[in-house]
Structure formats: C-alpha cells, structure tokens
C-alpha cells in the first residue's frame, strides 16, 4: 500500500500509538485475533505418540484492508471495522457459519478486499469434514468449507453469499484467500475435495455475485489419515492480476495463467514440491511448510512465486510460462518466508536474513542479516525501503544498497510486530493476538516555554 506516514520519503517512523496491541475494545466488543505457534516453544503435536510436526516460525493470519479512514479486520466467523477518526470498533458481520469455527489454520491468511465501496472476504460457512477419533487415533480430521461474502462498506448491509447461490458450484466449492478485481469481474481462488483436492478460479459478477465463468485447474492430494481422509485442509493462495490476465499458485504443483475475461487457460507451469509422505503409523505425517501464504507477483516480463508446497521461489515468463529462475528458499541458512514485492530491480525476500535477487536472472544480489531478530508478519516496500518486521524491532533496509538504513525498537508491552499496513498517516501492525495502530500526523507545536509533546 502506497503510505504518507509522516515521514519523508525514504524514511519510515512510529508515531504516537492510537490503539493498543492484542485486544480492541469498542463499546460492546472486545476484539481478540486467534492466533497459533508455529514455533519457539513446543512443537505441535498430531496426536499421542505421533511426530512432532517442526514448525519454526510464528503465523499472523490478518492482514486488514483499509477505506479511507476504516480499518476492516476479517476473520473465520467475522469482519470488523474499525474507523479511526472515531476510535470506534464495530462488528460489520458476525457469525455467519452454522456453528462458530474457532481452529486457526496456520497456512490460511485473512485478507478482505476491498473494490468502490464493496467488500469481500471469506469465511466460514460449515463444516465440511466433521472430526472422528477413536481411541485417540484420527480418523477423520475436522475441515471447514469456507464461502465468499460481499458488504456494502457505508451500510454494512450484506450483499451477496454463494452460500445462498443458485449456483450448486458454488455452494460445493469452498473459497480461501482475497479476491483480486479484474474490469467487472470478481475473480477468486477455490478448492474442492472430490476423493482429491481441485483447484479452480472463478469469476463473479462484484454486484451479485452471479457466476461468469469457473475453471479447474489442477488436482493433487494433500496428507492422509491412516484411513485415507484427508489431515489439513487444502492449500490454497490468493490470485494475483496484471493487465487482463490472473495469475494462481494452486499450491498443487502448478501456476496458471488464465485470462480474466473468458478463463481460457494461457499457460501452465510446474515447480518442485515438498513431497507428501504416507503414515506408516496411527497419525498422519504433516508437511513442514516454510513460505507464508502470500500472492504472485507480477513485474516486469516475469510473475514470481511462492508456492505454499514448495521449498523453491519460482519465477515464470508471464507470456509463456517458461520457468526463468529459481531460489531455494533455505539457500544459505536465510529461512526465508515472505516474498515481499519487486523493487530497484531486486526481488525482495525476508525471513532471518532479507535477500535481494536480481530481478532480471534470479541470482543473489545481497543478504542483509537481521542481528539475531527473526520475522513475525509481512513487510511492505516503500520509498526504495523495504519494511520488515521482527519479533523485538522494525528494519528498513535501502533496496539498492542493500544496507539497513533505520532500526526501529517495539517496547515490550507497547507493540506487538505483525503484518505492515500502511496508509495517509496510519502505521497498523496486526500480529498474533491483535492490533497496534500508531498515529504518524505531525504534532501540533508545543507553544513557546512550554515543554514539547
């Protein structure tokens, strides 16, 4: 998101703290994120006796959307919308699954979009899956079926469910992840599991959400039981457009580029995957996923991704399809997890180390150690500066030179690092357990012999 933030250019700065970290209180409302270890303690455990499932990092499942001066935080069962000019939270939608879903999904990202006064997001409708034990053995793994829903942002009036569609794929497929909009259409990610997963896009009409087209795009597996249901609910990253093309990680071994109007198929491309292991046991073998859930980028003569089930960063021709570069993603002991955006010409990676590669060959450019921080959210590129939060600071590191230009300190107990938003004079983190919204508006000046503010 493009920010004035206060700061000139180049330079990047928290101001004054509007709203505290982990819990917005509003008049009726006390606004908690779930939030789940992905590591630095425990590791998770599938059932007694199974394997630890090593998972090394923290996830921040939202990342809010911002009109004008309102804040929308979307959750499993909820949005939010927090208007900062009144320091007000209220509950736009809540609770619109049969039954409350409360699991977090570690490898889910909550991001709404927003399009002229629309928004639109997911969540969950129902449980596709119900959950099955015996005698502390899964058998079945409960998974949720996830819709997709749009408000209107000056009313909150619902417009649309596909729960409530008249079309039966709509109401089969469950749809993760932000839309992207793309002319008049609507266009999102979905998945279905039929005996294996399906991975589709589909596009909407934004006012009704009537279908204009869907298309299948590939079909894959995820892990088992030791009955052969299915362990975690299916990958699934959010679209990405340039121009009048989309394109889609389907987190099954492809990227596809699909155009926006007809959803005729441009190309396919293949990437390396972390392979799937069958259980030799009572409980399943999980992954151990490394990236962040985030979208293709698209810059330039190339579309970069980082696919959920893959250990690689894969860069494509957006014309053609064919693979242009790759960089392993522990490539040096970098533990990379965001793949942050294209600027000056470097590909900017960030995990315990921010990596810069050349944009036109995909070699390493620079790695830019964080001293012993490691990342908890998404960063932003700004000015030249690519904005990374870690668990006790914020880094700016200058793009072209490859060098940390500013180290910004969170006070215990004051902020809490998660993924940047920044917009006119707002600075959000949203982490683990909630926000923390600073106020970067000048200060009025202090009149002369008093103290300064």
């Not at 794929?169 to 599991?193: C, K, N, Q, W, Y």
């Not at 490691?374 to 000015?383: A, K, S």
């Not at 030249?384 to 590191?397: N, Q, S, T």
């Not at 917009?423 to 009025?444: I, Q, S």
């Amino acid at each position: 998101s493009a920010a004035r933030t206060g700061a000139s250019e180049g330079e990047f700065h928290l101001g004054r703290r509007l709203w505290p970290m982990r819990v917005l209180k509003g008049e009726d409302v006390e606004l908690e994120l779930p939030c789940k270890e992905w590591g630095g303690g425990e590791p998770i455990i599938v059932g007694a006796g199974a394997t630890p499932v090593p998972t090394p990092r923290t996830a921040c499942l939202h990342h809010p959307a911002a009109l004008g001066p309102t804040l929308y935080v979307a959750g499993n069962n909820e949005v939010y919308a927090l208007d900062l000019r009144r320091n007000a939270l209220e509950v736009l939608f809540d609770r619109p699954a049969e039954r409350t879903w409360n699991e977090v999904n570690p490898d889910h990202l909550h991001a709404p979009t927003i399009h002229h006064r629309s928004l639109y997001a997911s969540f969950v409708h129902h449980i596709a899956i119900e959950g099955e034990v015996w005698r502390g053995i899964p058998i079945k793994v409960p998974i949720p079926a996830r819709t997709l829903m749009a408000f209107d942002t000056a009313t909150g009036r619902r417009r649309w469910s596909l729960a409530e569609s008249g079309e039966p794929l709509l109401r089969r497929l469950s749809f993760v992840g932000a839309p992207v909009v793309v002319g008049e259409d609507l266009i999102a990610a979905a998945t279905t599991f039929d005996g294996f997963v399906k991975s589709y896009l589909c596009a909407l009409d934004p006012r009704t959400g009537a279908l204009r087209w869907a298309r299948w795009l590939a079909s894959g597996g995820v892990e088992c039981t030791m009955f052969g249901y299915p362990a975690r609910e299916p990958l699934s990253s959010p679209p990405a457009a340039a121009g009048d093309v989309v394109y889609h990680q389907t987190d099954l071994g492809v990227v596809a580029a699909v155009d926006a109007a007809t959803g005729v198929v441009l190309w396919e491309g293949r990437y390396p995957q972390i392979p799937i292991v069958n259980t030799s046991s009572y409980f399943p073998v999980l992954r151990e996923l490394g990236w962040v859930n985030s979208p293709p980028v698209v810059h330039g003569d190339k579309v970069w991704c980082a696919p959920l089930d893959s250990d690689h960063l894969v860069a494509y021709d957006r014309r053609t399809g064919e693979l242009r570069a790759t960089y392993r993603r522990d490539e040096g002991g970098a533990d990379l997890r965001y793949l942050l955006g294209v600027d000056r010409g470097r590909v900017v990676l960030a995990g315990r180390s921010v990596v810069l590669l050349d944009a036109d060959t995909g070699r390493l450019v620079k790695e830019v150690k964080l001293y012993g921080s490691w990342p908890v959210g998404r960063g932003i590129l700004r000015g030249g500066m690519a904005v990374v939060p870690a668990h006790d600071r914020v880094f700016a590191i200058d793009i072209a030179a490859g060098e940390p230009r500013q180290i910004v300190p969170l006070a215990e107990g004051e902020a809490e690092a998660g993924n940047l938003l920044c917009w006119d004079r707002y600075v959000v983190m949203a982490g683990e357990r909630g926000l923390t919204v600073f106020d970067n508006a000048p200060r009025p000046a202090a009149a002369e012999g008093t103290p300064g503010r």
